[in-house]
């Protein structure tokens, strides 16, 4: 056996390029989790940033409510203004 022959190169080449591809197909499939993770991750954030908003805007109708409620209430304590006279 002084070395490979063809059909040896041939093999060992299928082999290589066989083990390629799997090892390929492993990083693609991590890549795919990373990526999913990331996907959850985002879901959860636009989720809380939604509950904040939802908080944030009904302050802003309870603060909204009670100046109108202040204004109401103002508006008859004004004096009227007199005619001028000429």
Known sequence: MAGLGLEG???AIIIGTLAAIVYSLRI???LERRIA????N???ITHKIELEEA?????????????????SKAAPKKAKKAAKKK
């Open 9 to 11: 190169v041939t093999l």
């Open 55 to 71: 908080k944030i805007e009904a302050e802003e109708v309870k603060i909204e409510r009670m100046l109108s409620s202040r204004m």
């Open 28 to 30: 693609l499939v991590l």
């Open 42 to 44: 985002l879901l959860k």
């Open 37 to 40: 993770r990331m996907d959850e």
